[in-house]
């Protein structure tokens, strides 16, 4: 962990660069974010800490699951193929790496107002170069997402309230509620945590049909997620979380309505992970029954030279 690391409110750290952006902090020509905070010691003591019975969940939701994608994405096609002459098969795939449960990566999405992606990086340097593999998800394969990671289940919290609201609607989760979730299941955060956040968008969509499905699809996109804004950003930024997920197209609420989006800040502000519709149905469930919503995560994305974005291949091990 860098000794330079500056305030929130000090942020940017180097002066011209974009609203909030860390950049510098790591070191010039850094590619990993806030998965510098993973340094071997804390996940050595997060294995020690939270691995206790080895019983092991999978947080990865099929990669069909959606067939009729948000965000005009391409829908996941697999095709069998036999071998002649043999009695085996192969698979094609073809498919948009954000289809179905994902770790957005450091290409994936800039300042839209500066056009700058992490560290700088222009979308010129990605497009004009076909050989760049700079802020591919390969560094973060090579790396690996591996630690301590907690779940704020909201969906109870929220239901034991009589306050819980449609997840395929807009919904901002204010971060008191976030706080008051943690409280009541009497989790800590700890520096490095990997944070996940059940809004209830996988429990919704498993209970439609699939013409509600295609609508969902055909209509802007509209989902609950966290609240966009400076006290968010302030919460996450000061908690030294590594990566942030949770189980909905959309980590923050979308559409935002703030002037920038939590997207901006994480991914190519600090470099920080974003993953988006992982399956914590059963992962939530195993917290409930053992009274403990923290949980070791292994995670490696595929290694995708210059990808912008892959399936996080995620298990959580108790």
Not at 9 to 34: H, K, N, V
Not at 39 to 66: C, Q
Request: with cysteine.
């Amino acid at each position: 962990m860098s000794p330079k690391r500056p305030a929130f409110e000090e942020l940017p750290f180097r002066e011209g660069d974009p609203p909030y952006s860390a950049w510098g902090i790591w070191g010039e020509g850094d590619e990993l974010g806030t998965l510098n905070f993973l340094i071997d010691d804390v996940v050595a003591g997060a294995a020690r800490l939270e691995i206790r019975t080895g019983l092991r969940i999978s947080l990865d939701w099929p990669l069909d699951k959606l067939q009729h994608p948000s965000f005009g994405r391409q829908t996941f096609h697999r095709e069998l193929v036999a071998k002649a002459a043999k009695v085996a098969n192969d698979d094609v795939i073809t498919m948009n790496t954000q289809s179905s449960s994902q770790w957005d990566g450091l290409r994936h999405f800039a300042y839209q107002k500066d056009k700058k992606f992490y560290g700088g990086r222009t979308n010129a340097d990605f497009h004009d170069d076909p050989t760049s593999t700079d802020l591919g998800i390969q560094h973060m394969a090579t790396k690996s997402i591996c630690g301590r990671a907690i779940l704020i289940d909201h969906v109870s919290y929220a239901l034991k309230r009589g306050i819980y609201k449609d997840a395929v609607s807009h919904h901002s989760i204010p971060l008191s509620e976030l706080k008051e979730a943690l409280a009541d299941q009497k989790t800590e955060v700890l520096p490095g945590d990997i944070l996940f956040i059940r809004s209830g968008f996988t429990r919704t969509f498993e209970a439609m049909t699939d013409d509600q499905h295609k609508q969902v699809a055909a209509s802007p996109p509209c989902f609950t997620g966290v609240q966009t804004g400076e006290e968010m950003a302030k919460w996450i930024w000061d908690s030294k979380f590594s990566a942030v997920a949770g189980d909905a197209p959309s980590f923050e609420a979308w559409p935002q309505t703030q002037d920038i989006a939590l997207h901006e800040i994480l991914l190519a502000g600090w470099g920080c992970p974003i993953g988006e519709l992982f399956d914590l149905e059963q992962l939530a469930e195993h917290c409930k029954n053992v009274g403990r919503w923290s949980f070791f995560l292994a995670s490696v994305p595929l290694k995708i030279p210059g990808g912008a974005a892959s399936p996080p291949n995620a298990v959580a091990i108790f």
